[in-house]
């Protein structure tokens, strides 16, 4: 948890994905089906439970100059919302074509489906990509289902760039078909 703000200079591929944000907006988005249902309440309350945990999902960028930017931590921007859709495709639908403020943030919302048995999570991709993304939802299910601390999880640690120099996919993890 943060206790204070702060923030950190973006890495290059945030760089990259947050100038190409300004005229095509990139966004990851990914669901979670639950087998049970979830209220709103709930739902919210475990975003934001989230949100504490893992400071990304509150952060917005802020411009330094026209090309440069830099990541801010710890902004008070109220308690997060969960938006509400009648079906997941629904969700899929309006939160992919929905763009994400991140000069204003959250740069990661949740949507919740009506009948609370998914939620669909987005974030703009100079915040997190698909793979970060995917982390962060099992993160949310597991802070939803069982009130997890998940403060140990790297995705906790806002100090250090998302987006690590060099990672790369080993050819060990590529499952082949």
């Not at 802020?62 to 902004?75: L, N």
Request: with cysteine; aromatic share 8%.
């Amino acid at each position: 948890m943060l206790s204070s703000v702060f923030a950190r200079e973006l890495d290059p591929a945030e760089v990259y994905f947050e100038l190409v944000g300004r005229t095509w907006p990139m966004i990851a988005l990914c669901a979670i089906e639950f087998d049970q249902a979830f209220s709103v309440d709930q739902v919210e309350r475990a975003w934001n439970a989230l949100a504490e945990q893992v400071p990304a999902i509150g952060v917005h960028v802020e411009r330094t100059s026209g090309r440069d930017a830099r990541m801010v931590f710890g902004a008070d921007h109220g308690p997060l919302r969960v938006t509400r859709y009648a079906d997941l495709p629904s969700a899929w639908a309006g939160e992919s074509s929905t763009p994400v403020d991140i000069e204003v943030g959250p740069v990661v919302r949740c949507a919740l489906v009506e009948d609370g048995t998914a939620v669909a999570i987005t974030s703009h991709h100079a915040i997190m990509d698909g793979k970060y993304l995917a982390d962060l939802a099992f993160l949310f299910a597991d802070v939803l289902i069982d009130q997890a601390d998940v403060s140990d999880n790297a995705l906790a640690e806002p100090t250090l760039p998302l987006h690590p120099a060099g990672h790369e996919i080993r050819r060990t993890e590529v499952l082949e078909v």
